[in-house]
């Protein structure tokens, strides 16, 4: 079945990995949110910036070797996650070129990265959004650190935590729909449109890591104090469930 045409477009108007890759890419608003550097050039609208660019997204001023205990509890927990991504990425490739057809491994892989979503993902984002997010975000205010209607980075990070959710209950929904149709024609649609919404999120998941390990947690580190990352750090503890 003719998905692509001779030039790369796909016919049913959805957007290939290629171009999902490139949009995100060219798309860097957290960038605009990083603390200024006076000798920073302006950028055309034809030579994007890239958006894994350390060199333009990283906090001046901030010791990437010192950051505060809770800072990099965070990056650890990043580092596992960006794994378990991988091969979610890795599997997905394989369903593809099997033609959508699902063998034993990429199973095990699909369903150790939805149970790693649910268990681990969610409530890492959810420790950010509760503790962490709201007492930087108010630094970020007071400190001009925001664009154009007050819109800082943790605005930015909070939208990737509900486009998350969103894109992996369709992946998961689509996959459970897609081995009920009788027809097989329907069915690879429908997984077509599942390897592709997944595909975005991983492309998601790495771009907000890298985000938040090179940009919000340095910039956790400038505008909080010492005492403030204590406090969070305590409220967190306090919250979790006893061992």
Same mark, same amino acid.
């Given at each position: 079945?003719?998905?692509?045409?001779?030039?790369?477009?796909?016919?049913?108007?959805?957007?290939?990995?290629?171009?999902?890759?490139?949009?995100?890419?060219?798309?860097?608003?957290?960038?605009?949110? @990083?603390?200024?550097?006076?000798?920073?050039?302006?950028?055309? *609208?034809?030579?994007?910036?890239? @958006? /894994?660019?350390?060199?333009?997204?990283?906090?001046?001023?901030?010791?990437?070797?010192?950051?505060?205990?809770?800072?990099?509890?965070?990056?650890?927990?990043?580092?596992?996650?960006?794994?378990?991504?991988?091969?979610?990425?890795?599997?997905?490739? @394989?369903?593809?070129?099997?033609?959508?057809?699902?063998?034993?491994?990429?199973?095990?892989?699909?369903?150790?990265?939805?149970? /790693?979503?649910?268990?681990?993902?969610?409530?890492?984002?959810?420790?950010?959004?509760? /503790?962490?997010?709201?007492?930087?975000?108010?630094?970020?205010?007071?400190?001009?650190?925001?664009?154009?209607?007050?819109?800082?980075?943790?605005?930015?990070?909070?939208?990737?935590?509900?486009?998350?959710?969103?894109?992996?209950?369709?992946?998961?929904?689509?996959?459970?729909?897609?081995?009920?149709? *009788?027809?097989?024609?329907?069915?690879?649609?429908?997984?077509?449109?599942? /390897?592709?919404?997944?595909?975005?999120?991983?492309?998601?998941?790495?771009?907000?890591?890298?985000?938040?390990?090179?940009?919000?947690?340095?910039?956790?580190?400038?505008?909080?104090?010492?005492?403030?990352?204590?406090?969070?750090?305590?409220?967190?503890?306090?919250?979790? *469930? @006893?061992?």
């Amino acid at each position: 079945m003719k998905i692509i045409d001779k030039d790369g477009k796909r016919i049913d108007g959805k957007a290939t990995d290629q171009e999902i890759k490139k949009k995100l890419k060219e798309e860097d608003p957290i960038l605009r949110n @990083a603390v200024k550097d006076e000798n920073l050039e302006e950028f055309s *609208p034809m030579d994007p910036p890239d @958006a /894994y660019d350390t060199e333009r997204t990283r906090v001046k001023g901030v010791d990437m070797n010192n950051l505060n205990s809770l800072l990099n509890g965070f990056i650890h927990e990043h580092t596992e996650l960006v794994k378990i991504v991988d091969e979610f990425d890795q599997g997905l490739n @394989a369903f593809k070129e099997a033609k959508y057809i699902l063998d034993e491994n990429t199973n095990k892989i699909f369903n150790r990265f939805f149970n /790693y979503f649910d268990t681990e993902i969610l409530p890492h984002n959810k420790k950010e959004e509760r /503790y962490l997010f709201p007492v930087l975000n108010e630094r970020m205010l007071e400190s001009g650190e925001h664009g154009l209607d007050n819109i800082t980075a943790i605005d930015l990070m909070e939208d990737d935590h509900v486009k998350f959710i969103q894109l992996g209950s369709l992946i998961f929904n689509f996959l459970g729909l897609a081995a009920r149709l *009788p027809d097989g024609h329907s069915r690879y649609l429908v997984l077509d449109i599942a /390897y592709h919404n997944g595909k975005e999120l991983v492309e998601l998941l790495k771009l907000h890591v890298f985000r938040e390990d090179n940009t919000v947690f340095p910039l956790a580190q400038k505008l909080l104090s010492a005492e403030e990352l204590e406090a969070i750090t305590q409220k967190i503890e306090s919250a979790q *469930p @006893a061992s």
